[in-house]
């Protein structure tokens, strides 16, 4: 397993535009997260899947994001009417089910958006 | 909310020891976490412990928790200049994680 992935690395777009990324976890992890970081700040929670089940998601998320796992495995974001705003790392992380270490994550390398 | 506090900068000198704190408000955290950034890189998950643990060692690595007083600490022996990076504390609830902003640590030869 090559960890977890995330495509694509970078990605510039107008504003107003619609952008989807994809996740691929490592496989035997059931839980999958999306965090948005910004220069500075540390990531910032979006929302998290356990198998296909969408469990949480920010009260601070716009309409305009949405989140999908259709099938337990993979996830994509999708931005809606992209804002300058939204320009963030965007980053996916896996965790397997609960164990020794909890719920440690494994991060992938994110998704640069910028809106122009 | 959730908050994560933790000091911005710290610089010390290689072969020193560092000591990297964070400050949490959530109560019901189960575990506490530790990751490490380098310069164009992902998070890296470095160590965590448990909520009913006070102190968890893992080679270089000492992590200290006060649940008292809601803080958490890392310490790292002998400092290497590999050690430069930011890292970051996550308190963790149901699963979730919350962040603080990160500690950009310097080390200098």
């Known amino acids: 397993d090559t960890g977890v992935s995330q495509n694509p690395r970078h990605k510039i777009t107008k504003r107003g535009q619609n952008v989807t990324f994809r996740c691929d976890p490592i496989?035997?992890?059931?839980?999958l997260y999306w965090y948005r970081q910004t220069l500075g700040q540390g990531p910032e929670f979006l929302t998290y899947?356990?198998?296909?089940?969408?469990?949480?998601k920010s009260r601070l998320l716009s309409d305009r994001f949405s989140a999908e796992r259709p099938k337990g495995s993979f996830s994509t974001l999708e931005i809606q009417r992209t804002e300058q705003g939204d320009s963030a790392m965007y980053l996916c992380?896996?965790?397997?089910?609960?164990?020794?270490?909890?719920?440690?994550?494994?991060f992938g390398s994110g998704t640069r958006l910028t809106v122009v | 909310g959730e908050d994560v506090e933790q000091s911005l900068f710290l610089s010390v000198r290689e072969g020193d020891s560092s000591v990297i704190n964070c400050t949490y408000t959530?109560?019901?955290?189960?575990?506490l976490y530790w990751y490490k950034q380098e310069p164009g890189a992902g998070l890296q998950l470095l160590t965590y412990?448990?909520?009913?643990?006070d102190m968890k060692q893992d080679q270089r690595l000492t992590v200290l928790l006060n649940k008292k007083d809601k803080h958490l600490s890392l310490r790292i022996a002998d400092t290497q200049t590999g050690d430069s990076a930011i890292y970051f504390c996550?308190?963790?609830?149901?699963?979730?994680?919350?962040f603080g902003d990160g500690t950009t640590l310097t080390v200098k030869p």
């Open positions: 992380a896996s965790s397997p089910p609960r164990g020794q270490g909890g719920y440690g994550y494994t």
């Open positions: 899947f356990q198998n296909e089940a969408q469990l949480e």
């Open positions: 996550a308190n963790t609830n149901a699963g979730k994680s919350t």
């Open positions: 412990i448990f909520s009913n643990m």
């Open positions: 959530d109560s019901s955290s189960t575990y």
């Open positions: 496989s035997e992890h059931n839980r």
